[in-house]
């Protein structure tokens, strides 16, 4: 039986790489939706350093966090290109990446600190320490000042959660926040807004939320850097303990929704940033499929409403068309029994980059909707 082992070494490198496999055209779901695509899909684009544990969009470049080499990576999906840009250092782990005009910010969630780089060269222009970090996570900027979530990870427990907030153009520290809840590990803007995803805790055996919720957090920055204005909207525990602990959040540029999908359950919740409220919350997420173990996702949403979301353990891509939140259609990555992880995706025009996370590949879904709605 498959298990969340997103951790652990690739058994899987060097493994020769199985043909492109065919999926195909499907119905709509949605009343004047999108119809199921027809899909093209070539697992290895191009090989990766271990443990990617973030993938962000640049302009037309992807960069990979790829905590196991202590290193960023950018890949050029135009040529197929994939090189090292930044070595952060030993022992550091890179955990998160924010993308500015000229420059990278990444949290090193081991070393407890904070690395700028040169976009364009890779070279490290300073590495930023303080008191406040403490497993360092999510990363956001927004007007001038750079915030970084502290999950507090304790190795048996998690300490309050904080976010630490930095001068963008000085790189000095301004200080920390503590969260309302614990274990904010994903930072967004949207809308001119951070958004704060406080994931809750959960047990390491069970996957399961125990004994804090999780909450989204919404803040509009003012003139003192440590007091911004704070709305919250708690994620309520329900009967079925699984359904919890959000991810990162997934956004459209025309659209205040937000959505997050689930590290515990095969689920996907809503959130609208606007009204500081859940649309899809736990007592109505927006159920991929039936699961009773471990589930890990990650999800990318397209300006058409096309959201895409990896499921770890299915090896599988779930497209939801969000016009009526319903799962549209499932696309096979890994046609073998070994379990591959994609663990992360990004839509670009007509594909979808996503990475293998035990096969250290970045792969490619070619898709093709037909008519547009």
């Known amino acids: 039986m498959k298990r969340l082992l997103p951790m652990l070494v690739s058994l899987l490198c060097g493994c020769p790489a199985p043909p492109s496999a065919r999926h195909p055209a499907g119905p709509a779901v949605c009343e004047d939706g999108a119809r199921s695509p027809s899909a093209t899909v070539e697992r290895t684009v191009a090989v990766t350093g271990p443990l990617v544990s973030a993938m962000r969009l640049g302009d037309d470049e992807i960069y990979l966090v790829e905590s196991g080499d202590n290193t960023v990576s950018r890949f050029d999906p135009s040529t197929g290109a994939y090189a090292v840009l930044v070595d952060v250092g030993n022992e550091r782990g890179p955990w998160d990446v924010w993308v500015a005009d000229e420059e990278l910010w990444i949290t090193n969630y081991i070393g407890n600190s904070v690395t700028v780089a040169d976009r364009r060269t890779g070279e490290v222009l300073d590495e930023i320490e303080h008191p406040s970090f403490e497993g360092p996570s999510g990363i956001a900027m927004l007007d001038g000042r750079v915030y970084v979530g502290n999950v507090q990870y304790r190795g048996d427990s998690y300490g309050p959660g904080s976010v630490t907030v930095i001068n963008a153009q000085t790189h000095e520290v301004h200080g ?187 792969g490619r879904v070619d898709l093709d909707f037909g008519d547009p709605r």
Do not use: M
Not at 213 to 221: D, H, K, N, S
Not at 276 to 293: A, F, Q, T
Not at 312 to 330: G, I, M, P, R, S
């Open 176 to 362: 920390a926040i503590t969260t309302r809840r614990q274990n904010p590990q994903a930072l967004d803007v949207v809308a001119g807004r951070l958004v704060v995803v406080d994931s809750g805790t959960f047990a390491n055996d069970g996957a399961f939320v125990a004994g804090s919720e999780a909450a989204v957090e919404v803040w509009t920055p003012t003139a003192d850097a440590l007091l911004p204005e704070r709305s919250i909207a708690t994620l309520p525990q329900v009967s079925d303990a699984a359904i919890g602990v959000p991810g990162r959040p997934a956004q459209r540029r025309d659209s205040t929704v937000i959505y997050l999908p689930s590290a515990t359950a095969p689920v996907v919740f809503s959130f609208d940033v606007a009204t500081v409220s859940w649309v899809r919350g736990s007592d109505n997420p927006i159920r991929l499929y039936e699961s009773k173990g471990n589930a890990l996702h990650h999800a990318a949403l397209r300006d058409d409403g096309i959201l895409f979301v990896t499921a770890y353990n299915e090896d599988t891509l779930y497209l939801v068309d969000t016009a009526c939140d319903e799962v549209l259609d499932a696309i096979e990555l890994e046609p073998s029994s070994l379990l591959a992880g994609p663990h992360g995706v990004i839509p670009i025009g007509d594909a979808a980059y996503f990475v293998l996370d035990l096969a250290h590949e970045v």
